[in-house]
């Protein structure tokens, strides 16, 4: 089982949708969560760190999930410009872990 | 305030050849990393330093060395290229290990 997972999509949604991403992890002592954004051939940016009672940014919420080991993203009311690939990322042991990501792709 | 910086942004190498990349960062961060990303694979470590004069291996350190001679300053080394390492390279930083990381703009390396 991979440390970190994420569906890759990609995910297709009109502007204005909501859409929401999972990730689940392997580590039940991570400490730290976070999601990052990417968009094509640039390095990743912090998005929001996720917080154990959940916590909201703006249209982003981000929920922790720890009996499950899995957090969400949801993103309400989407735009053109949150197309990118979303990257779920965990400490495990003191050093991140990286999902693959998740790409998405808001149309007009 | 520049942030993490890495240099150069492309290069291509022949096999065999080795080469240094440069990372640096003046946020005072303690934790410094580098990262490969591969199409599929997303990013993988392949060295990291808690501080000044600590390094130690991530998942994927082979063909790589580092050394971290100042708090700013985090270069890896290819020792000698192979179409393998062909890749893009991230640097990253951040205050403490396993806290939010920042990261440079990545260098695009081809090795034929």
């Known amino acids: 089982r991979k440390e970190v997972e994420q569906d890759p999509g990609p995910f297709n949604v009109p502007e204005g949708a909501t859409v929401a991403f999972n990730c689940t992890y392997s580590?039940?002592?991570?400490?730290?969560f976070f999601w990052y954004r990417q968009d094509c051939r640039k390095e990743p940016k912090l998005l929001m760190s996720?917080?154990?009672s959940g916590n909201e940014d703006g249209r982003f919420t981000a929920q922790l999930n720890r009996a499950s080991q899995y957090i969400s993203l949801l993103i309400r009311d989407s735009k053109l410009s949150d197309s990118a690939t979303y990257l779920c990322?965990?400490?495990?042991?003191?050093?991140?872990?990286f999902g693959q990501g998740t790409t998405l792709q808001v149309k007009p | 305030n520049a942030g993490v910086t890495q240099t150069p942004k492309f290069q291509v190498l022949k096999t065999g050849q080795s080469m240094t990349l440069q990372c640096a960062q003046d946020?005072?961060?303690?934790?410094m990393s580098w990262y490969r990303q591969d199409p599929g694979m997303g990013l993988r470590l392949i060295h990291y330093?808690?501080?000044?004069?600590?390094?130690d291996q991530g998942e994927v350190p082979n063909g790589y060395n580092v050394s971290r001679s100042t708090t700013e300053d985090f270069p890896l080394r290819l020792l000698s290229a192979a179409p393998s390492q062909t890749s893009v390279y991230f640097c990253?930083?951040?205050?403490?290990?396993?806290?939010?990381?920042?990261f440079g703009p990545g260098t695009r390396l081809t090795v034929t």
């Open positions: 990253a930083s951040s205050y403490f290990q396993g806290g939010e990381q920042y």
């Open positions: 580590n039940s002592a991570s400490q730290s």
């Open positions: 996720v917080y154990s």
């Open positions: 990322v965990v400490d495990g042991t003191g050093k991140l872990i």
């Open positions: 946020m005072n961060h303690e934790y």
């Open positions: 330093s808690v501080g000044a004069g600590i390094t």
